[in-house]
C-alpha cells in the first residue's frame, strides 16, 4: 500500500516496535523508479541534486524552477513511496507567503511533503502556517547544508553541550508547529537518541547514528555514481567504475569495428 504523511506521522505509536523509516534520494525519473522499486518508505527530491546531478559544489544556487523540473520528473517514477521535496534555499526564508507559494508548487507537481531546514523563530512560524494550510513538512535540523556559509563548511554539529541543547530544542519547536517528522544531520549519535526519545515524530538520521527513527542517505552516494561521499555515507555498490568502463568498452569496440556488428 501506498505510503502516507499520516503513516510516517503515527509511525512510534503504532504498538508494535517499528522497523526504522527508510529514505533515499532521487533527481530524475530513473533514481525514483530505482528507490521506489527497491522499497523505500520516502523518496525525497533532496536539493543535495544541486551537487550531485547539477555539479554544484553547494546546495544554494538550485532554484526553484529546477527543481520543479526535477520533482516532476521524479514524480513520474515514483508510484508507492512518499514523495518529499526539498524547498530550496531562497524560496522559503524570504516570507511565510513565499514559503507557501513555493511549498504550494511542489504540492501542485505531486508532491506529499516539502522540507525546510533549521529550527529557529522564524522557520518553526513558517513550518506552523504552512501546516495549517494543509502543507505537510519534514524539519531538518543539525547541519543544515544551506547555511554552509555560517557553518564554516560541512561539518558536524551540535558537539557542545549548549549546542546540544539548542538542537533538541529546535526539533521540539518543530513537532509543537505540526511538522510530521524531522531528519537529523550529521550530529552525535548520543544527542540523536535524546532528540528521538524526547519526539513523538519520528526522526531520521543521516550521519547521526543508531538511534534515530529512520535513515536517509543521498542514492547517488548509496549507488558509488557520486565523485565523493560524506564519511558517514555507506557505498553500497561501484556503479561510477562500472559506468566508466562500459563506457570506455563502448568506444573501444567501436573504434575496433566490434560494434556494430
Ligand atoms: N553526495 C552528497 N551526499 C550528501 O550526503 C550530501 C550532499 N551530497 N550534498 C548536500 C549535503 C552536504 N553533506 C555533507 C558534505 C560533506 C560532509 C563532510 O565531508 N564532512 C566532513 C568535513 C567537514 C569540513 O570540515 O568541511 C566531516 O568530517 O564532517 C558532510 C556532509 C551532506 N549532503
Ligand atoms: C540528505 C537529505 C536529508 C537532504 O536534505 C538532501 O538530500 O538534500
Ligand atoms: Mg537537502
Keep these: 500500500m ?10 512510534k505509536q503504532t504498538g508494535a516496535p517499528a522497523q526504522p523509516i527508510t529514505v533515499l534520494t532521487a533527481w530524475d525519473v530513473m533514481s525514483g523508479q530505482i528507490v521506489d522499486q527497491a522499497g523505500a518508505d520516502i523518496v525525497l527530491v533532496g536539493d543535495s541534486l544541486a551537487m550531485v546531478a ?51 508548487q511542489m504540492l501542485k507537481i505531486g508532491a506529499q511533503a516539502v522540507k525546510l531546514e533549521g529550527g529557529h523563530d522564524e522557520v518553526v512560524e513558517t513550518v506552523r502556517r504552512l501546516v495549517q494550510w ?16 555560517q557553518l564554516g563548511g560541512f561539518r558536524k554539529q551540535g558537539k557542545t553541550p549548549e549546542e546540544g541543547d539548542r538542537i533538541l530544542a529546535e526539533a521540539k519547536a518543530l513537532e509543537q508547529a505540526g511538522a510530521f517528522c524531522v531528519v537529523l544531520e550529521h550530529i552525535p549519535a548520543e544527542l ?16 547521526a547514528g543508531v538511534h534515530c527513527d529512520g535513515q536517509v542517505l543521498v542514492t547517488a552516494d548509496v549507488l558509488g555514481l557520486s565523485a565523493w561521499q560524506p ?13 566508466v568502463e562500459a563506457a570506455q568498452q ?3 569496440e567501436v573504434r575496433s569495428g566490434q560494434y556494430p556488428a
Design 2 to 11: 501506498a505510503v502516507s504523511v499520516d503513516r510516517i506521522l503515527r509511525w
Design 54 to 104: 547539477l555539479g554544484y559544489d553547494t546546495t544554494l544556487p538550485l532554484t526553484t524552477e529546477d527543481m520543479v523540473i526535477c520533482a516532476k520528473a521524479v514524480r513520474r517514477g515514483v508510484k508507492n513511496a512518499l514523495l518529499v521535496v526539498d524547498l530550496p534555499f531562497l524560496s522559503y526564508q524570504t516570507s511565510v507567503e513565499d514559503a507557501i507559494r513555493a511549498a504550494g
Design 134 to 149: 494543509g502543507i505537510p513538512v519534514m524539519g531538518h535540523v543539525g547541519l543544515t547544508p544551506q547555511s554552509v556559509n
Design 192 to 207: 540523536a537518541r535524546n532528540i528521538t526519545k524526547a519526539l513523538s515524530i519520528p526522526t531520521i538520521g543521516i550521519g
Design 231 to 243: 564519511p558517514f555515507a555507506k557505498v553500497y555498490a561501484n556503479l561510477r567504475q562500472q559506468a
Design 250 to 252: 563502448f568506444c573501444e
